[in-house]
C-alpha cells in the first residue's frame, strides 16, 4: 500500500471539502446510492467497538475501507483534530485510494467494489 500517496491524495481532498467525518455524516455516506465510487479510510489505532461498527456497516453497503497510519498521522495529513474516520466525496480521488492501497500486495485493505 503507498501510504503516503493516498495522504497526500487526503490533503488535497480536505483542502477541496471533499471529505466526510462524524459518525452520522459517515453512516449517510455509506448508504448513498448516488455516490458510485465510495472509500472509507479507518485509523489502525480507532477502537475496535467503532471499528467493527463502520466495517459491518461497509460489507451490507459492499463499500471498500482501507485501514492506514493513526489518528494523529491522518488528523495531520487533513488539517483536522481526532479524525479517525473518513470517506470520500470525489469519485477520483475515491478511485485512486483504492488504486494507491492496491500497491505492493499488502493485504491491509479491503476492497469489495472498486468501481
Same mark, same amino acid.
Given at each position: 500500500?503507498?501510504?503516503?500517496? /493516498? *495522504?497526500?491524495?487526503?490533503?488535497? $481532498?480536505? @483542502? $477541496? &471539502? +471533499?471529505?466526510?467525518?462524524? +459518525?452520522?455524516?459517515?453512516?449517510?455516506? /455509506? +448508504?448513498?446510492? &448516488?455516490? @458510485?465510487? +465510495?472509500?472509507?479510510?479507518? $485509523? @489502525?489505532?480507532?477502537?475496535?467497538?467503532?471499528?467493527k461498527d463502520i466495517k459491518i456497516r461497509c460489507e451490507i453497503s459492499n463499500v471498500p475501507f482501507v485501514e492506514i497510519a493513526d489518528k494523529k498521522t491522518l488528523s495531520k495529513a487533513t488539517g483536522m483534530l481526532n479524525i479517525?474516520?473518513?470517506?470520500?466525496?470525489? %469519485?477520483?480521488?475515491?478511485?485512486? /485510494? *483504492?488504486?494507491?492501497?492496491?500497491?505492493?500486495?499488502?493485504? %491491509?485493505?479491503?476492497?469489495?467494489?472498486? %468501481?
Open positions: 500500500m503507498n501510504e503516503q500517496k /493516498i *495522504l497526500t491524495l487526503l490533503g488535497f $481532498a480536505s @483542502k $477541496a &471539502k +471533499k471529505l466526510v467525518y462524524g +459518525k452520522d455524516n459517515i453512516r449517510e455516506y /455509506i +448508504k448513498n446510492p &448516488k455516490i @458510485k465510487t +465510495k472509500v472509507i479510510l479507518i $485509523a @489502525k489505532d480507532t477502537g475496535q467497538r467503532v471499528k479517525a474516520i473518513l470517506g470520500i466525496l470525489d %469519485e477520483n480521488m475515491a478511485k485512486s /485510494i *483504492l488504486n494507491f492501497s492496491k500497491e505492493g500486495g499488502e493485504n %491491509e485493505s479491503k476492497n469489495i467494489n472498486s %468501481e
